[in-house]
């Protein structure tokens, strides 16, 4: 009997790789850095040969540790740092250039000019369900063909190939034979059609990408290929494969529309289910394709909106206040006043993001009074946590029509209790925090898991699984409106425009 799977999570910082039994938990998880190149100011690299690399040696590290052969593995799931983008030599296998990574920012200037009018910005909206920028793969392709001598030449002639992370993994684990993405990880690419789930030949003139470098494009759960990589013996079937955030949604079971997650980590991803409805968004949010259960016949959406200062708020109390020593102390500090004295943090520190969208605003602190103090702000720091999250919960809610029903949180900040009960409160949710917050591994492993069979089915995957903490909004009505008042005159006051 096969009693594990293996999920690939190869992240930003990290490749990482997880063993995971048949109740859904982890046994095991080896991690090897990845270094990030910045060859100039705001660009980022990385070494696509180092991300495979590090991806088999953890894969080998976890099979040692636990005396295990390939042969004992049910399958593989992968999930990835999503958008970054990789070119590389379908002969011989070498990319043409370092991987350039979702937050490079030299593609900036593709972006401004060709999406500069109003009709093709709608239209890739329209198209792709996203804001257009330079975080989405499109740019990053044009760049390497204009720029890597001879590329576009080689492109044209049929000889090289575009993926997400995800993709690269697949070709070389299968030694080359398939080059395939999934649905999630297209969606991010700002080439495909998400409502005809296809390659859209628009937006493949418009970024001068020829047809012959893009991958097949899958659902997210069934058989992509099996390992022939001499570092990976075994014909391992990859049978799951998605972006990371997709990964974490379907890893935190919300299989079904007004089903949210949220990671409250350094920035915050939240992406609420809409089932078989791409919402387009009225308040700044992106439409994305999301992972579904093997069997589904339809593709599956979701809105996704995310807050860059979250942790990184906290971190900032730490670092450049000096106020804590570490994270973990903010939530004592923060309950050792009985409110916040009427302080707000508006966390406004590179602009405010959806649904202002206001790039020149910039951080402020207000209802400061002689009593207030390094409590009362830690306090409003994570209340501005829960606000900003509040408020991208109900644009998802109005521009979707499906009322929120529950959120499932995880991430480094998911674990302070105040934080979670004030959000409760705000937001009239029932938050759960899974006992197992590796979400986003879980997510590929059950994709995969799902495929071949291991697990039966979702609702098999709903029931194995262990709640840490729940959190029942019971904020008085009357409460709830004094925080949400004072909230929206400090943001009127931040506005520029
Ligand atoms: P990432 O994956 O983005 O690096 P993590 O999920 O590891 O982030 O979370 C780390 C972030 O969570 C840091 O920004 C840290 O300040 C914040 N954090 C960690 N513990 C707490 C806590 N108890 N309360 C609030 N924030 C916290």
Same mark, same amino acid.
């Given at each position: 009997m096969r009693e594990h799977i293996v999920a690939f999570d190869q992240g930003t910082t990290s490749s990482r790789t997880l063993l995971i039994n048949r109740q859904g938990q982890v046994v095991d998880v080896a991690q090897r850095p990845i270094e990030q190149h910045f060859p100039e100011p705001g660009w980022v690299e990385h070494d696509p040969q180092e991300i495979l690399a590090t991806q088999l040696s953890t894969f080998t590290d976890v099979l040692v540790r636990n005396g295990l052969n390939p042969h004992d593995i049910d399958s593989i799931g992968i999930t990835n740092q999503r958008e970054t983008t990789v070119v590389w030599d379908r002969h011989t296998g070498d990319p043409v250039c370092n991987a350039i990574v979702w937050?490079? #920012? #030299?593609?900036t200037p593709i972006i401004d000019e060709l999406c500069a009018s109003p009709e093709v910005r709608e239209r890739i909206t329209a198209t792709t369900g996203l804001v257009p920028d330079a975080y989405f793969s499109a740019s990053k392709v044009k760049w390497i063909l204009d720029n890597v001598p001879g590329a576009r030449e080689r492109a044209e002639a049929g000889d090289l190939l575009f993926g997400t992370i995800d993709c690269w993994l697949v070709w070389n684990l299968t030694n080359g034979a398939v080059h395939a993405t999934d649905v999630t990880n297209a969606s991010r690419t700002m080439l495909f059609d998400i409502h005809e789930c296809r390659w859209d030949p628009w937006l493949l003139e418009l970024f001068g990408v020829p047809e012959s470098m893009l991958p097949e494009v899958r659902p997210s759960s069934g058989l992509f290929g099996t390992t022939a990589h001499p570092g990976i013996a075994g014909n391992i079937p990859i049978c799951g494969v998605a972006g990371d955030q997709q990964a974490a949604l379907f890893g935190q079971c919300c299989f079904n529309p007004g089903e949210a997650k949220n990671t409250y980590g350094t920035g915050c991803f939240l992406l609420m289910n809409t089932g078989e409805k791409a919402v387009r968004s009225k308040n700044g949010l992106v439409t994305t394709i999301a992972a579904s259960a093997p069997g589904t016949d339809h593709v599956e959406y979701a809105l996704e909106g995310s807050v860059f200062m979250a942790g990184a708020l906290i971190q900032w109390l730490q670092e450049e206040l000096g106020i804590i020593e570490s994270a973990s102390e903010v939530e004592a500090l923060a309950t050792s006043v009985e409110d916040t004295a009427g302080v707000y943090v508006v966390p406004a520190f590179t602009g405010l993001g959806a649904p202002y969208w206001d790039a020149e605003a910039r951080g402020a602190i207000y209802g400061l009074t002689r009593g207030a103090g390094k409590a009362h702000i830690a306090r409003a720091c994570l209340d501005a946590l829960a606000y900003q999250m509040n408020d991208l919960i109900d644009g998802m809610v109005d521009d979707s029509g499906i009322p929120m029903t529950r959120l499932a949180v995880d991430g480094g900040a998911s674990r302070n209790g105040y934080l979670m009960q004030f959000q409760a409160g705000l937001s009239r949710l029932q938050i759960v925090r899974p006992k197992n917050t590796e979400t986003t591994a879980m997510g590929a492993a059950y994709l995969s898991g799902l495929s071949t069979g291991f697990w039966k089915d979702v609702a098999e995957i709903s029931a194995m699984r262990e709640i840490a903490a729940s959190f029942t909004g019971n904020m008085p009505d009357a409460e709830r409106e004094t925080y949400l008042k004072g909230w929206r005159d400090c943001i009127r006051r931040t506005r520029t425009s």
């Open positions: 937050q490079c #920012r #030299r593609t």
